[in-house]
Structure formats: structure tokens, C-alpha cells
């Protein structure tokens, strides 16, 4: 029996495999477990409200666990931006804080404006730890195609099982 050598395309293959199901765990599976696991929740910025610092559609990354707020600190935050009971997420920067009745004010960095909302800070959602610049659009288009993903990484397995069965038939 011969040896199967692992080739560039083998590899890229199960690469592609395990990101797909990993994908499909972490995004569809065990989402909330995940996101409770790691103390860490993922948004994509969609206005230019902190630009330069955060461009459209740059991928970020908020940290739920830090509760230890500074002035200047870039976080996340529910609030009601219409004054239409709607909660919308805002990430913007801090501008002040007032521990004595556990509020903050935010602002954007493209408009330098302080916001008209105040925030409590139990409305936070936490602090942005990481920005990754313009990817935005692939994480809103898998979360938004999830069948269209999961139906093209389906076809991408039959056809590597396709090709793996019939190169060990002629061998």
C-alpha cells in the first residue's frame, strides 16, 4: 500500500474543513457559551462616527470583563440613540466619567462633539481591546449568508471526498 504524501492542496483542504467547522461550532452551535467562555463579544463598526481611529467597517473586538473605565477608553454601549425605546449599540470614546451617580459621557472621534445621551455605566457593554480595519464586511456577510456558507462548504467537501476516492482508486 502506498503512502499518501500531503500535498498543498491536502493541507489547504483540511485547513478549510477545520475553519469551516469551527465556524459553524462556535457561530451557530455554542454561541452564547462561547461568548460567556471568553468574556469577549465582536461588533462591526458601520458609521464613521470614530474614524481615523476606527474606519467603516473595521471588525472589533469588546472586552466584557473590564469594568475599570478611563477617560479616553474606546468602549461599547447600549443606548437609545432616537429617543424610540430602540437600544442600539454605540461604540465611542469616553469623555467623562462621574462615579457619584455611575454615569459616563462618550463622543466620537471623527465629529469631537460630546454625545447628548448619558450613559450608565451598567450599560456599558465593555471596553474595545482590539480593531481590525476593514474585514467587517466578510464577518457581516457570513453572519448574514450563514446557509449560503454552510451549502458552499458542504459542496467543497463532496468534491475534496470526490477527488480523496478517486485518487485511492487509482492507486
Known amino acids: 500500500m502506498k503512502k ?20 459553524i461550532y462556535f457561530q451557530l452551535i455554542a454561541p452564547s457559551n462561547f461568548d460567556e467562555m471568553r468574556q469577549a463579544q465582536y461588533f462591526v463598526v458601520v458609521t464613521d462616527s470614530m474614524e481615523p481611529t476606527i474606519p467603516v467597517n473595521s471588525l472589533i473586538r469588546v472586552n466584557k470583563s473590564d469594568r475599570d473605565f478611563e ?3 474606546i468602549v461599547s454601549v447600549f443606548i437609545d440613540v432616537n429617543n424610540d425605546e430602540a437600544r442600539e449599540i454605540v461604540t465611542h470614546r469616553i469623555a467623562s466619567i ?21 450613559v450608565k455605566k451598567t450599560d456599558v457593554i465593555g471596553k474595545v481591546e482590539l480593531i ?12 448574514r449568508n450563514v446557509i449560503v456558507f454552510i451549502i458552499l462548504a458542504i459542496i467543497s467537501v463532496m468534491i475534496y471526498l470526490y477527488i ?5 482508486h487509482k492507486q
Do not use: C
Request: net charge negative; no cysteine.
Open 71 to 73: 477617560v479616553d477608553d
Open 4 to 23: 499518501h504524501k500531503l500535498t498543498l492542496y491536502d493541507f489547504v483542504v483540511y485547513i478549510a474543513l477545520f475553519l469551516v467547522i469551527a465556524y
Open 164 to 168: 480523496l476516492i478517486n485518487n485511492w
Open 98 to 118: 462621574h462615579e457619584e451617580s455611575g454615569t459616563l459621557r462618550t463622543m466620537s472621534d471623527h465629529f469631537r462633539e460630546i454625545d447628548r445621551w448619558v
Open 132 to 143: 481590525i480595519p476593514h474585514v467587517g464586511w466578510l464577518a457581516m456577510f457570513l453572519q
